[in-house]
């Protein structure tokens, strides 16, 4: 295919892959690749006074307009991994070299997959038979000439492939120029090894302030490539990286963009626009209000929202990178061994369809989770035999929420009297477990495994959910449960394995 013909101000823009490519020189020659090459649009329209246009903000960083960038939008409405993705893979081909970072491995590589995904665009538009225009739009007529566009020709344009130096792999694309776009994981090691002129920087708030100033030193100017550096992010914690980084804008001039759920929402008059209604419905019904007020409608966080700031959920997680994890699957991270010692917990979800059964470690510092298993929808039978058979592997003591179930509970028991505490959550016994799991949590004396169910809960576990009208997940639950053992302030009393608490 030779050159492809577009509007005045993209006529700059080929379509030739296998010929050079020539990077875009204005806003609308930049959307224009990201539509025709790889299917990427973005809302051009601000809906909201204040805010700003998705793609004002993707396309100010593309042209290095300010050396570095904050983006402040909403949780799971405001497109930021897509939109980073998207810069990444126009940065990439332009022959910067590219460093994506987030508060965890796993959402560098969502921001990454975005551009993996992207180069298996195909698109088919229709070229003008008078003039040789190509439209995006499924327009009835020309937007160059005229011309009714069903008297032309239908067209397919590929994404660049010749430019690409071999197949994108999990993390990683290499240019025939040399160049890279790579996904890091959120350590310090991997922050003060590569040095591209392009940094972006997702979900900021789940980065400590330490390894966000670390990441802030990579981005280097060359001679040929001008450095430029996003930090894009929800804001959830008070005193968190968010914070400071909004407080630096301030400081130091960096341009702060800002867009909601209304700025993305579908409509006619704003091009490139994806939300729908529904998700918007769907959501209000599964957040709290609080939720929904800091997180999507970008209000301030306040000290009485969530309960574990960044800081603590890496000392909690050992700063491992997050790992997939399913329901219905158990998984045993150590073996019993005679030395040690065990409390096996389990919480049955009688307001969800989750139960949860928990076994920690005790005799270490910190005290570790060593087996977990979590029941989605399954009969109480199977979840209790679970807890049964766990209790008698690990042995040590075991602790359950009996709270109204007790007799049905008790039917299918089958641990020892002297060795199982029937928990009955009362309001001074329910304060008592989670004040003492938030602070044995806070001290460091408990890790867990980089599961991404547990640090998904850790991370959004709202004060209102432990000691309001909300709901403790029930991960929480029987973690709480454990530790309330693990801390020598639950023990049974033998004969009816009723609960005993002690003082805190």
């Known amino acids: 295919m030779g050159e492809v013909h577009v509007p005045a101000s993209t006529a700059a823009v080929t379509a030739d892959t296998s010929g050079a490519y020539t990077a875009p020189q204005t806003d609308e020659e930049l959307a224009w690749q990201l539509r025709a090459y790889f299917g990427l649009s973005f809302p051009s329209v601000a809906s909201c006074p204040g805010h700003t246009a998705p793609f004002q903000a993707l396309a100010d960083a593309y042209f290095a307009r300010y050396p570095t960038m904050v983006i402040h939008a909403s949780r799971s409405f405001g497109g930021k991994t897509t939109l980073l993705g998207g810069l990444s893979i126009m940065e990439v081909i332009a022959g910067f070299d590219v460093a994506l ?21 195909r698109g088919i538009y229709r070229q003008c038979a008078a003039c ?26 590929s994404p660049p492939l010749h430019l690409l130096e071999s197949e994108p792999t999990r993390m990683f694309t290499r240019m025939k120029a040399g160049n890279v776009l790579e996904a890091l994981p959120a350590s310090s090691k991997a922050a003060r090894s590569p040095h591209p002129q392009r940094l972006r ?49 301030g400081q130091n001039g960096w341009p702060v963009y800002r867009w909601c759920y209304l700025d993305t929402l579908v409509s006619q008059d704003n091009p490139g626009s994806w939300l729908l209604h529904e ?38 997680f050992g700063g491992a990178e997050e790992v997939p994890d399913d329901l219905n699957r158990y998984y045993e991270w150590e073996p019993p061994t ?28 910190p005290i570790r989770l060593v087996a977990l298993q979590r029941f989605y929808r399954a009969p109480w039978q199977a979840s209790i035999g679970h807890f049964n058979e766990r209790a008698a592997r690990y042995g ?27 928990y009955i959550f009362t309001s001074a016994s ?15 004396k408990l890790r867990l495994p980089p599961l991404e169910s547990l640090i998904e809960v850790h991370r959004y576990l709202q004060r209102g959910d432990l000691y309001g009208t909300g709901h403790p997940p029930d991960e929480i639950a029987a973690l709480a449960l454990g530790m309330m053992v693990a801390a020598n302030r639950a023990r049974p009393v033998g004969g009816g394995r009723m609960f005993m608490p002690r003082t805190i």
């Open 101 to 121: 970072h987030a508060g965890s491995g796993g959402q560098s590589r969502r921001t990454y997959q975005v551009s993996q995904r992207a180069w298996s665009h």
């Open 132 to 157: 040789e225009y190509i439209d995006l739009e499924d327009e009835e007529w020309c937007a160059a000439c005229g011309v009714p566009m069903a008297e032309g020709t239908a067209i397919a344009i």
């Open 279 to 316: 998700n918007i419905t769907e959501m209000r019904t599964r957040v709290t209000g609080r939720t929904w007020r800091v997180e999507m409608d970008l209000q301030a966080p306040d000290s009485g929202g969530t309960i574990f700031g960044p800081e603590v959920i890496a000392s909690l």
């Open 396 to 422: 040590g003591l075991a602790i359950h929420d009996a709270t109204g179930l007790g007799d049905v509970v008790a039917a299918y028991l089958d641990v020892p009297e002297d060795s199982v505490i029937d």
């Open 430 to 444: 329910k304060a008592a477990a989670y004040l003492n799991y938030e602070g044995m949590v806070e001290q460091g």
């Open 201 to 249: 920087v997702d979900e900021v708030d789940e980065l400590t302030v330490t390894l966000l100033d670390t990441i802030l030193a990579q981005a280097l100017s060359d001679p040929a490539r001008k450095a430029q550096v996003v930090l894009a992010s929800t804001r959830q914690y008070e005193a968190g990286a968010m914070t400071e980084t909004l407080k630096r804008a």
């Open 338 to 365: 005679p030395e040690g010692s065990y409390v096996t917990a389990a919480d049955w979800g009688r307001k969800t369809d989750l139960a949860v059964v928990a076994t920690l470690r005790t005799d270490m510092e």
